[in-house]
């Protein structure tokens, strides 16, 4: 750009201050609006090159046409309610970016209601939170794609950068954004877990302190495991209470989500794609919330066993293995996930883009995407990512590690719902047979539902007398 435009900014909470921040190191000029007079004046005293105003009217007004204005909003009704206040005082062909954890469903609504009134929209994942916002997040813009060319200079001057290039890219028409943000997230969800599983076993199952535990990840944020999110676990396990033991023994293990987790859920059983992982990684959220219940339950039934390892090197080499298959899946049921809602809302999503703008700043950035964007450039219809054949060496190699650890916390007593998802769903996979024969033929016994054959054609339906013993 010759010189720096003016951007308007609706929202000045913890993430609006960031970014408002981000885009005045970008040499933007911003001019900011929150119904929250105190949050204005916060934002003119730490950053007096920002400018504000009192009412969205004044903020259009402030603005050159076409005006460009980002949303940090809370999710939900207050987007609309933003969306129709704006309407009252924009023109045509302005563009309005949400840069909210909106559904995408929401999203793509927003975007036909806006094209009537002559508005363009877009819906823009962003990941990397406080930190992120400031500094450089991941950005997943869709919607409108007139709007792209306009918004893009901002957009990828305000994002992260890997490698020089930024972590930013436009991801398709609609809620397309949104939708890659919510899978992104559901990612997250598995990750996290599955690092809480590993650090549960060690510390609780093994005995290891947390600094031993912490000096584990470090090693494996130094290899190929290198991840933000690990990165993060070794932060936690070293920090100290006022008192000198680790802080992480006083938080209680009751884990909160906003939504977005069930979201990704739902549209998983709505497209019929297996995100099993995913799903546990949600319903061990929910199990943590039962604390009066497990509290009842453990006075009753007899304690987890503790975890015997004749071998601590080859162990902790397991739960290298563990860690990286188990991610893997987290990954390969995100990008099933959104290859089927690529297909069913015409979206044409490029994953190989969406893994490499997902390198830096973003929450699940790791060292793992690297190779996730070239066998998608291998093969950009990849159905699962251990087809490929990189992958599919890594997972021969590794698959046992991860049954050994698995194997030794059920034996133990010891819940790993997610590490153990990720051997079932690979399991699942692989296996050219299933027992979904038996599940078909209940259903036809039962409710004359048909069934198909082996020896017939997809797509012929049978029914059969299953209480009848002669054949038919």
Known sequence: MSKPRKVGLVGLGVMGRALAQNILNNNFELIAYDVDQQARAELTMAHPAAKTTDSLAALAASLEAPRVILLLVP???????????????????????????SNFADTNRRCDLLASKGLRFIGSGISGGEEGARNGPALMPGGDPTAWSEVQPLLEAISARFNGEPCCNWVGDGGSGHY?????????YGDMQVIAEVYDLMHRGLGRSHEHIADLFARFNAGDLESYLLEIAV??????????????????????QK??????????LDLGTPVSLIAEAVFARCVSSRIDERAALSSIFDQPAVLTVDDDTAFESDLADALFV?????????FMLMSAASGEYGWELRLSNIARLWRGGCIIRSAMLEPIAAA???DPSLAVLFGD???ANEFKRRLPGLRRVVAACVEAGLPVPCLASAVGFVDAMRSRRTSANMIQALRDCFGAHTFERVDSSRGQMFHSDWSSQSPE
């Open 389 to 391: 054949p990189w992958f």
């Open 376 to 378: 998608f450039d291998r």
């Open 326 to 334: 188990a991610r893997a899946v987290s990954y390969t049921q995100g």
């Open 75 to 101: 999710a939900g009704d207050i987007v609309d309610e933003t969306l129709r206040a704006l309407d009252e005082v924009l023109d045509r062909n302005d563009i309005v970016v949400d840069l909210g954890n």
């Open 180 to 188: 890659v943000k919510m899978v992104h997230n559901g990612i997250e």
């Open 259 to 268: 939504g977005t987790g069930k979201w990704t859920g739902i549209s998983a």
């Open 235 to 256: 932060d936690v396990l070293r920090k100290r209470d006022a008192d000198g033991t680790a802080l992480i023994e006083k938080v209680l293990d009751a884990a909160g």
